[in-house]
């Protein structure tokens, strides 16, 4: 299984991207999928996450302003993220959870290679 994520970049203060990554692979379900990020000399948290059922959740710092959505047909997530900050500024990875392979082997979890997100002020 590979996890490719794009639509990293530069952008400027209150500025807005859109990150993608798509799973691939000889995947039969995956159970949830999310964004985490890894500022440098931080540790990686956990920016949103969404469950096969559409249930989210979503760090303090970017409720209201970041949106996590899911296409389960393509095993694709993405995340939305809108008046953006300098401390949103971060090496995005995307993440799959639980994901059980054909035939019916797992679950494992996956990472992606990460997305650099900057943020100028």
């Known amino acids: 299984v590979q996890l490719q994520a794009s639509g990293g970049g530069l952008v400027q203060l209150g500025g807005s991207l859109r990150l993608s990554c798509a799973a691939s692979?000889?995947?039969?379900?995956?159970?949830?999928m999310g964004w985490y990020r890894q500022a440098p000399g931080k540790q990686r948290e956990l920016v949103a996450r969404?469950?096969?059922?559409?249930?989210?959740n979503y760090a303090d710092s970017v409720k209201g302003r970041f949106t996590i959505s899911r296409d389960n047909a393509k095993n694709t997530v993405y995340l939305e993220m809108k008046s953006l900050k300098p401390e949103d500024t971060a090496v995005y990875y995307c993440?799959?959870?639980?994901?059980?392979?054909?035939?019916?082997?797992?679950?494992?979890?996956?990472w992606g290679q990460g997305t650099q997100v900057t943020v100028s002020s």
């Open positions: 993440n799959a959870e639980r994901v059980v392979l054909v035939p019916f082997e797992g679950p494992y979890d996956y």
């Open positions: 692979g000889s995947i039969f379900s995956i159970t949830a």
């Open positions: 969404i469950i096969s059922g559409s249930s989210t």
